[in-house]
C-alpha cells in the first residue's frame, strides 16, 4: 500500500474514532439520537452546518463546473452565500424558536399543523418528498468520493461509495446526530487545510492572480467572461437565482436539525458568525482553485469534477496528497450522514409513527435507507452537480415555503400547504423541461409560484382546518 493510501486511511480511521466516541455521551433514546438531546454549543453547531452544507457539491461539482464555466462561477459560489445568510439571519432563530414550543425531531413534524400528532397527509408528504430526495442528494455525496478514490487510486468506483457507506453506519449507529456533529467538527478542518494547501501549491507553480488571469486568457478568453453565454433572462436574473439556491436552506431537513440541536435560540448568532467565518473563505477558495487547476492541468482531465484529487496527485508530496483526498471525501462523509439520519427519522417518526418510539428501530431504519442510497449511487449517471442542484431545488421548493409559514406562526390551511408543495415542484419540473434552469437556477421560480399560491388562498379561509 502506497503512502498516499496509508496518509488517507488514517484520517479516515480519525474520523470514525472521533464519531464512535460520541458513544461515551449518547442516550439510547429516540430524541438523542435524532437531535443530539437538543443541546450541542452554538461553536460546535455552526462548523457542523458549514460542512454538511459544503460537501461533495464544492468539492467536485463547483469545482467541475469552474473548469466549465471559468469566473462566472464565483457568481453561482457567492449568490448561494448571500442566500444562506439571509436565512441565518431571519429564519434559524425563529425555527429554534418554533422547536421550543412545538418539539420535534424530524423536519415534515414542521409542515403539520400539530407536530404533537403522529401522523397527517402532509406530515406524510412531507416525509416521502424528505425520504426521495434526501436519498437522492446523499447517494450524490457517496459519488463524489468514489469518484474521488477512484481517480487517485484506480479504485473500482462502486468501492468508494461501499467504504463511504460503511464508515457513515458505523458512527452513526454509535452517536446518531451527535456523532455526526462532532465528526463534522473535525472534517471542516480537514477540509479547509487542504484548499489552503492546494491554494498555496496553485500559486507557487502559476503565479499570483494577475499572472493566473494571463493564463487562462491564453487557454480560452471565455473562461474571463463573467457572464455566462446564452443566459436567457441576463446576468442579474442568473445571479439571483443562485441567491434563491442559498435560501433554498430553509427546506433542507439536513441542516435544518442541526439548528433545533442547539441548546437555546440565543445561540444562533454565534453559530451564525461561526458558519460564515468558515463558509465565505472556503467558498472564494474553491473558485479560485479551480481555475489554477484549469491552467495546470489543461488538457489532462477526461472529467473536471475529477480537478482536485488530479491536482493533489501531481502537485503535492504523497502524505499531504492523502490528507487532501481525506478531506474529499470527508467533505462528503458530512453531508451524507446527516441525510442518512434525516431519512431515517422520516421513515421512523413519520412514515410509520408506531415505530417511532423504538430506539432500534430506527436505527435499523438508518441501516436499511442507506443501503438504498448505495444503489442510488452506484446507478445514478448524471454528475454529481446536476443530482445535488436537483435534489436541493426540490426539497426547497416544496417543503421551505411551508416550513417558512409554520415557523412565522402564519395561518397555513392543510389543503394550501399541499397545493404549495404541489405547484412548486411542478414549477421545478416545467422550468427545467423548458431548458431555463441554466439561465434562472428553477428554485426561483418555484419560491415565488408557491408563496404567490399562499397569498391568493389565503384571503378564502377564515380559520385552520
Given at each position: 500500500?502506497?503512502v498516499?493510501?496509508?496518509?488517507?486511511l488514517?484520517?479516515l480511521?480519525?474520523?470514525?474514532?472521533?464519531?464512535?466516541?460520541?458513544?461515551?455521551?449518547?442516550?439510547?433514546?429516540?430524541?438523542?439520537y435524532?437531535?443530539?438531546?437538543?443541546?450541542?454549543?452554538a461553536?460546535?453547531?455552526?462548523?457542523s452546518s458549514?460542512a454538511?452544507?459544503?460537501s461533495?457539491?464544492?468539492?467536485?461539482?463547483?469545482v467541475?463546473?469552474?473548469?466549465?464555466?471559468?469566473?462566472?462561477?464565483?457568481?453561482?459560489?457567492?449568490g448561494?452565500?448571500v442566500?444562506?445568510?439571509?436565512?441565518?439571519?431571519?429564519?434559524?432563530?425563529?425555527?429554534?424558536?418554533y422547536?421550543?414550543?412545538?418539539?420535534?425531531?424530524t423536519?415534515?413534524?414542521?409542515?403539520?399543523q400539530?407536530p404533537a400528532?403522529?401522523?397527517?397527509?402532509?406530515?406524510?408528504l412531507?416525509a416521502?418528498?424528505?425520504?426521495?430526495?434526501?436519498?437522492?442528494y446523499?447517494?450524490?455525496?457517496?459519488?463524489?468520493g468514489s469518484?474521488?478514490?477512484?481517480?487517485?487510486?484506480?479504485?473500482?468506483i462502486?468501492?468508494?461509495?461501499?467504504?463511504?457507506?460503511?464508515?457513515?453506519?458505523?458512527?452513526?449507529?454509535?452517536?446518531?446526530?451527535?456523532?455526526?456533529?462532532?465528526?463534522?467538527?473535525?472534517?471542516?478542518?480537514?477540509m479547509?487545510?487542504?484548499?489552503?494547501?492546494?491554494c498555496?501549491?496553485?500559486?507557487?507553480?502559476?503565479?499570483?492572480?494577475?499572472?493566473?488571469?494571463?493564463?487562462?486568457?491564453?487557454?480560452?478568453?471565455?473562461?474571463l467572461?463573467?457572464?455566462?453565454?446564452n443566459?436567457?433572462?441576463?446576468?442579474?436574473?442568473f445571479?439571483?437565482?443562485?441567491?434563491?439556491?442559498?435560501?433554498?436552506?430553509i427546506?433542507?431537513?439536513?441542516?435544518?436539525?442541526?439548528?433545533?440541536?442547539?441548546?437555546?435560540?440565543e445561540?444562533v448568532?454565534?453559530?451564525?458568525?461561526?458558519?460564515f467565518a468558515?463558509?465565505?473563505?472556503f467558498?472564494?477558495?474553491?473558485?479560485?482553485?479551480?481555475?489554477?487547476?484549469?491552467?495546470?492541468?489543461?488538457?489532462e482531465?477526461?472529467?473536471?469534477?475529477?480537478t482536485?484529487?488530479t491536482?493533489?496527485?501531481?502537485?503535492?508530496p504523497?502524505?499531504?496528497?492523502?490528507?487532501?483526498?481525506?478531506?474529499?471525501?470527508?467533505?462528503?462523509?458530512?453531508?451524507?450522514?446527516?441525510?442518512?439520519?434525516?431519512?431515517?427519522?422520516?421513515?421512523?417518526?413519520?412514515?410509520?409513527?408506531?415505530?417511532?418510539?423504538?430506539?432500534?428501530?430506527?436505527?435499523?431504519?438508518?441501516?436499511?435507507?442507506?443501503?438504498?442510497?448505495?444503489?442510488?449511487?452506484?446507478?445514478?449517471?448524471?454528475?454529481?452537480?446536476?443530482l445535488?442542484?436537483f435534489?436541493?431545488s426540490s426539497?426547497g421548493?416544496?417543503?421551505?415555503?411551508?416550513?417558512?409559514?409554520?415557523?412565522?406562526?402564519?395561518?397555513?390551511?392543510?389543503?394550501?400547504a399541499?397545493?404549495?408543495?404541489?405547484?412548486?415542484?411542478t414549477?421545478?419540473?416545467?422550468?427545467?423541461?423548458?431548458?431555463?434552469?441554466?439561465?434562472?437556477?428553477?428554485?426561483?421560480?418555484?419560491?415565488?409560484?408557491?408563496?404567490?399560491?399562499?397569498?391568493?388562498?389565503?384571503?378564502f379561509?377564515?380559520?385552520?382546518?
Amino acid at each position: 500500500m502506497g503512502v498516499t493510501a496509508i496518509s488517507f486511511l488514517c484520517v479516515l480511521a480519525l474520523f470514525l474514532i472521533i464519531g464512535i466516541s460520541s458513544i461515551r455521551k449518547k442516550h439510547e433514546d429516540v430524541n438523542d439520537y435524532l437531535t443530539a438531546g437538543y443541546n450541542t454549543p452554538a461553536w460546535i453547531i455552526g462548523l457542523s452546518s458549514v460542512a454538511t452544507n459544503n460537501s461533495g457539491y464544492m468539492f467536485i461539482g463547483l469545482v467541475g463546473y469552474t473548469w466549465v464555466a471559468g469566473v462566472s462561477a464565483f457568481w453561482v459560489a457567492l449568490g448561494w452565500l448571500v442566500g444562506d445568510w439571509f436565512v441565518w439571519r431571519g429564519f434559524h432563530r425563529r425555527l429554534r424558536e418554533y422547536s421550543e414550543t412545538h418539539p420535534v425531531n424530524t423536519i415534515p413534524a414542521l409542515t403539520s399543523q400539530n407536530p404533537a400528532l403522529a401522523s397527517s397527509p402532509l406530515r406524510i408528504l412531507s416525509a416521502l418528498l424528505t425520504l426521495i430526495f434526501l436519498s437522492v442528494y446523499a447517494a450524490a455525496q457517496l459519488k463524489a468520493g468514489s469518484k474521488a478514490l477512484h481517480v487517485m487510486f484506480d479504485w473500482p468506483i462502486w468501492l468508494g461509495a461501499v467504504l463511504g457507506a460503511v464508515v457513515v453506519v458505523l458512527y452513526s449507529f454509535a452517536g446518531g446526530l451527535r456523532a455526526s456533529i462532532w465528526t463534522d467538527v473535525a472534517q471542516s478542518f480537514v477540509m479547509l487545510f487542504g484548499m489552503v494547501l492546494l491554494c498555496i501549491v496553485a500559486m507557487i507553480n502559476v503565479g499570483f492572480p494577475w499572472r493566473l488571469v494571463d493564463e487562462l486568457r491564453n487557454i480560452n478568453p471565455a473562461l474571463l467572461d463573467w457572464t455566462p453565454d446564452n443566459l436567457a433572462f441576463g446576468t442579474g436574473a442568473f445571479v439571483l437565482g443562485w441567491v434563491a439556491a442559498g435560501i433554498g436552506a430553509i427546506g433542507q431537513p439536513h441542516i435544518l436539525v442541526r439548528t433545533i440541536a442547539l441548546r437555546s435560540p440565543e445561540d444562533v448568532p454565534a453559530a451564525r458568525k461561526v458558519y460564515f467565518a468558515w463558509y465565505l473563505p472556503f467558498a472564494l477558495l474553491t473558485v479560485t482553485i479551480s481555475l489554477y487547476a484549469r491552467v495546470l492541468l489543461a488538457g489532462e482531465l477526461s472529467d473536471p469534477e475529477l480537478t482536485l484529487p488530479t491536482m493533489a496527485q501531481a502537485y503535492l508530496p504523497d502524505v499531504l496528497a492523502g490528507m487532501v483526498l481525506a478531506a474529499i471525501f470527508a467533505a462528503t462523509l458530512s453531508t451524507a450522514d446527516s441525510m442518512l439520519l434525516s431519512c431515517s427519522a422520516a421513515i421512523s417518526q413519520d412514515l410509520i409513527p408506531r415505530f417511532g418510539q423504538s430506539y432500534v428501530r430506527t436505527k435499523i431504519a438508518t441501516l436499511g435507507i442507506t443501503l438504498v442510497v448505495l444503489v442510488v449511487a452506484l446507478a445514478a449517471p448524471a454528475n454529481v452537480f446536476t443530482l445535488v442542484v436537483f435534489a436541493w431545488s426540490s426539497l426547497g421548493g416544496t417543503l421551505g415555503p411551508v416550513i417558512v409559514l409554520r415557523v412565522m406562526h402564519a395561518r397555513l390551511t392543510r389543503t394550501t400547504a399541499l397545493v404549495m408543495m404541489l405547484a412548486g415542484f411542478t414549477t421545478l419540473i416545467t422550468w427545467q423541461a423548458l431548458g431555463y434552469s441554466e439561465s434562472l437556477y428553477e428554485l426561483l421560480p418555484a419560491l415565488v409560484v408557491s408563496f404567490g399560491v399562499y397569498a391568493v388562498m389565503r384571503p378564502f379561509y377564515r380559520k385552520e382546518a
